[in-house]
């Protein structure tokens, strides 16, 4: 079966400071990988999308980057924090492109200070 | 883009009732919708989907229904119980087939 990690589970760091958050997926192949973040109460917005190791969308300009090194593997970083970077960061990871059914990690919640 | 709204507002409904949660949308209709569970602190859990041409999902005590003229999705917990408390989302994909996520509605059942 698959499964996916984040980590770490929590993160509070200062504004200005380096961003690293590690996804990393099981029991399939070349997945469809996705970050997500959702601020208190509000829904999900994609951050970036990658079909394949080197692949990155970005959906929104923002302070963020995203990489794939590895089939399996997929990292958030920022190399400077703000205030507004706060969240709850989601990964998720599918494999059908027609009905793009996904499942998501256990999420990272990032607090900047 | 599309814009999807789900009530803000938490559902409280009583154990054994049923839940009715609604998903709306204001533009095109998209060839598929999906809702996700999501309880506090924890990522979103794919529940269902339902196609254009499908009215209807039942997936054990839940149903979905999907109203192309209407532009809405009913989503609904038959015989609830107090686990099926969460927040519960609909997706829609967009023209680059990349999901939108509706803001999610709480549901609380009280036993």
């Known amino acids: 079966s698959q499964t996916i990690h984040q980590w770490p589970a929590t993160l509070v760091q200062p504004v200005g400071s380096p961003l690293s958050l590690e996804c990393t997926v099981e029991g399939t192949s070349n997945p469809n990988l996705y970050w997500y973040r959702q601020a208190a109460g509000r829904g999900l917005q994609l951050l970036f999308y990658?079909?394949?190791?080197?692949?990155i969308s970005s959906e929104v300009p923002q302070n963020l980057s995203a990489s794939r090194p590895q089939d399996r593997q997929f990292i958030l970083s920022s190399k400077k924090l703000l205030l507004s970077d706060s969240g709850f960061y989601l990964c998720?990871?599918?494999?059908?492109?027609?009905?793009?059914?996904?499942?998501f990690g256990p999420g990272t919640r990032l607090t900047v200070l | 883009s599309q814009k999807i709204e789900q009530n803000s507002e938490a559902l409280n409904i009583q154990e054994g009732k049923t839940a009715t949660l609604t998903c709306n949308y204001t533009?095109?209709?998209?060839?598929?919708l999906q809702w996700y569970r999501q309880d506090p602190g924890r990522g979103p859990v794919f529940l269902l989907l339902?196609?254009?041409?499908?009215k209807e999902k039942r997936k054990e005590r839940l149903k979905v229904t999907f109203d192309t003229t209407l532009k809405q999705s009913l989503f609904h917990i038959t015989a609830s119980q107090p686990a099926d408390s969460a927040t519960y989302l609909c997706?829609?994909?967009?023209?680059?087939?990349?999901?939108?996520f509706g803001g999610g509605t709480r549901l609380m059942v009280k036993p």
């Open positions: 339902i196609r254009e041409n499908e």
């Open positions: 998720a990871w599918g494999t059908d492109l027609s009905y793009n059914e996904q499942f």
């Open positions: 990658s079909v394949g190791i080197g692949q």
């Open positions: 997706a829609l994909p967009n023209a680059g087939n990349m999901l939108t």
């Open positions: 533009n095109y209709s998209p060839a598929y």
